[in-house]
T-cell receptor, first 111, second 113 residues
Framework: QKEVEQDPGPLSVPEGAIVSLNCTYS??????FMWYRQYSRKGPELLMY????GNKEDGRFTAQVDKSSKYISLFIRDSQPSDSATYLC???????????FGDGTTLTVKP | DAGVIQSPRHEVTEMGQEVTLRCKPI?????LFWYRQTMMRGLELLIY????????DSGMPEDRFSAKMPNASFSTLKIQPSEPRDSAVYFC???????????FGNGTRLTVT
């Protein structure tokens, strides 16, 4: 079993929809939680970065971490065609020394 | 800040040839990572360095793969001899601290025929 499991997708939604992307993990030592966005033929770029449990909001994006359930989510409000990309969750803990990535969810937002 | 710079962007080679991928991390970043991405296996960590020293190379698939970081501003990933199953996008990433987010380059798309 992988340390980080990500909803596989692909996901296709109409413009303006609310999108929920999710990951679960098994390592309770993970402390930092990240979401990366990857456009086609580009490297992943950091979208959201959170520490421990709680919510963090940045514009249309909200990252949610529930450490008790070992579950993290990324919500996108009022989704736009420009949000079409692959989204990767990642986690880091002091005992690991390196980030562990999910396999990614490909999102398409249709105009 | 020019970001992480990788070269070449694309590489097409024949089976058995040597391939060298290059990476220039962001200045001041102490850690450097090499990843491989395929549709089947997603993003796989191959090796990472802290302060130019290899820390974990457990992801390197075989002895055909080797990586070096001779100084803080340059790293190479070499495949010798290359095989068709090595075809993938190879990413380099750097970070200033272990718990900081990674900054990725735009990758090298390798095709081995």
């Amino acid at each position: 079993q992988k340390e980080v499991e990500q909803d596989p997708g692909p996901l296709s939604v109409p413009e303006g929809a609310i999108v929920s992307l999710n990951c679960t993990y098994s390592n309770s030592a993970f402390q930092y939680f990240m979401w990366y966005r990857q456009y086609s033929r580009k490297g992943p770029e950091l979208l959201m970065y959170t520490y421990s449990s709680g919510n963090k909001e940045d514009g249309r994006f909200t990252a949610q971490v529930d450490k008790s359930s070992k579950y993290i989510s990324l919500f996108i409000r009022d989704s736009q065609p420009s949000d079409s990309a692959t989204y990767l969750c990642a986690m880091w803990g002091a005992n690991a020394g390196k980030s562990t990535f999910g396999d990614g969810t490909t999102l398409t937002v249709k105009p | 800040d020019a970001g992480v710079i990788q070269s070449p962007r694309h590489e097409v080679t024949e089976m058995g040839q040597e391939v060298t991928l290059r990476c220039k991390p962001i200045s001041g970043h102490n850690s450097l990572f090499w990843y491989r991405q395929t549709m089947m296996r997603g993003l796989e960590l191959l090796i990472y360095f802290n302060n130019n020293v290899p820390i974990d190379d457990s992801g390197m698939p075989e002895d055909r793969f080797s990586a070096k970081m001779p100084n803080a501003s340059f790293s190479t990933l070499k495949i010798q001899p290359s095989e068709p199953r090595d075809s993938a996008v190879y990413f380099c990433a750097s970070t200033r601290a272990a718990n900081s987010p990674l900054h990725f380059g735009n990758g090298t798309r390798l095709t081995v025929t």
